[in-house]
């Protein structure tokens, strides 16, 4: 390929039309239809390209450049991640795991008042095994919700302690598309390869945890004093514990993950563990594995692949569309802006500016964090590599500022909307609207709250030495790489 810069007709400018039309079919679809779809994204991108081609002075080149993105290492790193987790997701979905925290609710007893704090609790275990916030949402929803609004639990709390735990699930799991691209964007610089998911992991635990136990604790106090009964426990016929026993290969898997940080090592171990437990317990047959109903392949092998494309076919669109925004010189120019101001000359000024950088592209994607995530990473990693920053270190900040208050705004995010969407059609409680969710999604509002402090103190902040080892000082990391 050639490394012509591309130029359009009426300037530079034009250069960002294809992220226009991009966050046009976001809001259309978000907004408009209150549809959630990562095709429709997909396709929204794909369709931007083809009308940003039209004004490139050479057709031809802007398409090598669309290649080029989308061919990139990293995008290809994260294409077949985002497959190969999508198979394990599938195999917790299965086996039905949320039907044993139900149980446990009613084993425990508990009354209107503790249900949130046991919801959100209940929910970050579940996202945390599927590594997906909302498809936690759409399982979570009809189980814990119907449940908490029966026995007089707060319905605005409610919903956001389902939707706080898809959140946490979805920021520290190994196997969620938002780890995966925040890791997988950030590059090392003193050896080969990307940031690994399980060293990503093992240092974002500090923050995801401190934030889970504030937002628990909150989540008590208010259940506690906005109960509108405080004595009657849920009542689900047919609950049963055994499916609580799939948590024991999804913790190996974790363990795996963070000790070999090898996210393939991790899912086959996950897999093969899950599958013989599954077998072994009866909460799986061989044709849930792999099958055929009616002509059609069944199993979670197949549906985790299946499922898995929508946001497989976003991620290349959006690559494509970083490849015409480098084609241009525009992602060049950005950071040469922004380590030119002096906001980002130290290591803490770099931090803020992703910080500030990753919430404000989030906020225009519509709190699609993924996306918003694609389009920023390449800048984050220029940013923060500049002042020595490691690549597990920028990640992290990336990623809990793109799925903090950025993602939760009530007139622009797929959370709330998805949310709002999920508490219609149960008699005798009005919709929660997204500007009602907005406070009661307790976990991104102080995970933010947990970052600045970490920004503001360097707690946590790690430099990249020789052969990507983490250092505490920026100026041995500097001397030994």
Known sequence: MNDQILRFRGGIAMAFLPVAIFLVFCILYFVVFNAFDMTALAMGGFVALLIGALFARQYSLFWEHV?????????????????????????????????????????????AGIFPFFVFLAVAAIAMSTGSSIGTFFTAFPIFYAAGIAIGADPALLAGAILSGGIFGDNLAP?????????????????????????VVKQRARYALISVAIAAVLFLVLGMANAHSGNVTPDFEGATPLPLVMLIPVAIMLIVAMKTRDIFLAVTVGLILGTITGLATGLIGFSDIVGVSDGAPVGYLYSGVANMIGTVTLVISVFGIMGVLRGAGVMDMLVDRLVSGRLA?????????????????????????????????PIADELGSRV??????????????????????????????????????????????????????????????????????????????????????????????
């Not at 198979?87 to 044993?100: D, Q, R, Y």
């Not at 910080?355 to 996306?371: D, M, Q």
Request: aromatic share 8%; proline share 4%.
């Open 345 to 377: 000359s130290t290591p803490r000024g770099a931090e803020a500016a992703i910080g500030i950088g990753i919430s404000a592209t989030t906020v225009l994607f519509g709190g699609v964090n993924s996306a918003s995530m694609l389009s920023f990473g």
């Open 175 to 199: 196997i969620s598309d938002t780890t995966i691209i925040s890791s997988s964007s950030q590059r090392f610089r003193s050896k080969e390869g990307v940031a690994d998911v399980g060293g």
């Open 388 to 481: 020595g920053l490691h690549p597990y270190r920028r990640a992290n900040i990336m990623d809990c500022f793109a799925l903090g208050l950025a993602s939760v705004i009530p007139f622009l995010s797929a959370y709330l909307f998805i949310g709002a969407l999920l508490t219609k059609g149960y008699e005798g409680v009005a919709p929660i609207s997204t500007f009602e969710l907005f406070p009661a999604t307790i976990y991104p509002l102080v995970l933010t709250g947990v970052m600045i402090i970490a920004v503001i103190t360097g707690w946590g902040r790690s430099f990249e030495g020789a052969d990507g080892l983490v250092e505490k000082s920026r100026q041995t990391a500097l001397q030994d790489a």
């Open 67 to 111: 290649m080029r993105g989308i061919s990139s290492p990293t995008s290809i790193s994260i294409v077949v991640i985002l497959f190969m987790v999508g198979m394990i997701s599938e195999l917790i979905k299965a086996t039905n795991v949320s039907g044993g925290f139900v149980w446990l609710a009613q084993s425990i007893g508990l009354n």
